[in-house]
T-cell receptor, first 114, second 112 residues
Framework: DTGVSQNPRHKITKRGQNVTFRCDPI?????LYWYRQTLGQGPEFLTY????????KSRLLSDRFSAERPKGSFSTLEIQRTEQGDSAMYLC????????????FGQGTRLTVV | AQSVTQPDIHITVSEGASLELRCNYS??????LFWYVQSPGQGLQLLLK??????LVQGIKGFEAEFKRSQSSFNLRKPSVHWSDAAEYFC??????????FGSGTKLNVKP
């Protein structure tokens, strides 16, 4: 069991640049979630996929954010024209479709926009 | 909308003392409830979960939690805290699509 893997673990970028994060879920999990966690807060839901279909997007996900899961396996989260307010930990989680289960979280990608 | 409240932002306990972290949820007659722990710079590790059945659930690392429907609470407890328990603890509720709603967390400090 390799768990949920996120890359990179840390990213420092200049304001206005684009960044892309990758998440590799647990292989048999068909649901994949992205969360954002700012300092002193709990994670907040951004979006989720069932297989390759993006089923829901939070209003937190502005038009500068886009997420894909092209083959229903790994997912990418891209932020265009980064702003300092985008600095946060971006967490990915995956789960099977079953009701009686939890989500399994990756270690996160810490983004710092300078 | 679902929401989870953790009223205590910081808690400090002495090593060996008992611990109780409070959590209140807002949604659902039969909620799916979780406690996660997060060490600095790390992801979330599941401590325990409640779906139904026995209202006292046991988790890893000696933690337990009790679901009380009448109080809409799911408090986390540990009889004797170890220095390695210092971390941030998040209570969460899940909807039918496995979306999680987290509280704002409680930071636990452990005094030697």
């Amino acid at each position: 069991d390799t768990g949920v893997s996120q890359n990179p673990r840390h990213k420092i970028t200049k304001r206005g640049q684009n960044v892309t994060f990758r998440c590799d879920p647990i292989s048999e999990h068909n649901r994949l979630y992205w969360y954002r966690q700012t300092l002193g807060q709990g994670p907040e839901f951004l979006t989720y996929f069932q297989n390759e279909a993006q089923l829901e997007k939070s209003r937190l996900l502005s038009d500068r954010f886009s997420a894909e899961r092209p083959k229903g396996s790994f997912s990418t989260l891209e932020i265009q024209r980064t702003e300092q307010g985008d600095s946060a930990m971006y967490l990915c989680a995956s789960s099977p479709e079953s009701q009686n289960t939890e989500a399994f979280f990756g270690q996160g990608t810490r983004l710092t926009v300078v | 909308a679902q929401s989870v409240t953790q009223p205590d932002i910081h808690i400090t306990v002495s090593e060996g003392a008992s611990l109780e972290l409070r959590c209140n949820y807002s949604y659902g007659a039969t909620p799916y409830l979780f406690w996660y722990v997060q060490s600095p710079g790390q992801g979330l590790q599941l401590l325990l979960k409640y779906f139904s059945g026995d209202t006292l659930v046991q988790g890893i690392k000696g933690f337990e939690a009790e679901f009380k429907r009448s109080q809409s609470s799911f408090n986390l407890r540990k009889p004797s805290v170890h220095w390695s328990d210092a971390a941030e603890y998040f209570c969460a509720e899940r909807d039918n699509f496995n979306k999680f709603y987290f509280g704002s967390g409680t930071k636990l400090n452990v005094k030697p």
